[in-house]
């Protein structure tokens, strides 16, 4: 049977804490949330249809004549197909339905998308666009040295650790960090990357608990962890500073761009960015 409107039985939040305890990336169990709250809330104003492959075909209407790109309607169509798969799974739908909702199709992509990354010289500019002599500089240029140099991910940047930054057989990497899909790797630390780190946290007085930690406008330490949306704000301010459009994951890509030119391996570059697959890292 279909999912059964409001009022249920079983309500629509256990079903959605259901696909967001299945995923491991935060990100994406961010995305996948928000998703699901605008397909709910939607529902709700078309006065609760069932849930089937129509119900999802309309949505995805909508979501296109908002004017979403491509990328973001097929991300949100994603979560509502899992909601359907684990309903089914549950024994809250059928599979049939669950089926069907699982075949609509997303939106296709025009074009090839291009990759965005940075040339050593404006990598190094960007490292060192923020001003060193204040506490908030020394924090931006560890951020941005620990994503151009490590490939972090923003929201593995700002799990970091004083813990995580051990020296092992004489040199610094970053051990055990826990990544996408739960996949754990070890990262090896430039020598210049660990000295932007010491010159915040000496500065900063941090000796244990979150690497990196917000600021007020008076520069002084507010909070003991830093959040996502601040290093992405910090990677777009900077990069406008020498007028460039980036994002975080730019300067991923631009590690691992840099790391290929001066003769790494795809496979250590794999490793280094924690990707499943080869054809990943491959595609930066």
Request: glycine share 10%.
């Amino acid at each position: 049977m279909a999912l059964v409107p409001y009022p249920a039985p079983v309500p629509l939040e256990a079903v959605k804490r259901l696909v967001l305890d299945a995923v491991s990336s935060p990100s994406t169990r961010t995305m996948y949330g928000k998703a699901l709250d605008d397909f709910f809330a939607w529902r709700v104003g078309q006065g609760n249809p069932p849930f089937t492959r129509a119900a999802l075909q309309a949505h995805r209407a909508v979501l296109e004549s908002k004017g979403y790109s491509p990328s973001t309607i097929n991300q949100r169509l994603a979560a509502v197909k899992k909601l359907a798969r684990e309903a089914a799974a549950n024994g809250w739908l059928d599979a049939e339905t669950a089926a069907g909702i699982d075949q609509v199709a997303g939106v296709k992509q025009q074009g090839c998308r291009a990759g965005n990354w940075l040339s050593r010289g404006q990598a190094e500019a960007l490292i060192n666009c923020p001003d060193a002599s204040t506490l908030k500089g020394k924090r931006d240029r560890a951020v941005l040295a620990l994503l151009v140099g490590c490939g972090l991910r923003r929201g593995e940047a700002v799990g970091l650790t004083l813990d995580h930054i051990q020296q092992r057989d004489g040199r610094w990497v970053i051990v055990d960090l826990r990544g996408k899909h739960g996949r754990v790797r070890t990262i090896p630390v430039p020598a210049w990357v660990k000295l932007a780190v010491d010159l915040w946290t000496a500065a900063a007085g941090i000796s244990e608990g979150r690497l990196l930690r917000s600021l007020n406008r008076h520069g002084q330490i507010t909070g003991s962890s830093l959040s996502p949306q601040a290093v992405l704000s910090a990677v777009r301010f900077y990069g406008q500073e020498l007028g460039l459009r980036i994002q975080p994951h730019d300067l991923r890509r631009t590690c691992a761009k840099l790391c290929r030119s001066a003769g790494g391996e795809l496979e250590q570059i794999q490793l280094l960015l924690g990707h499943a697959s080869v054809t990943t890292t491959n595609a930066i």
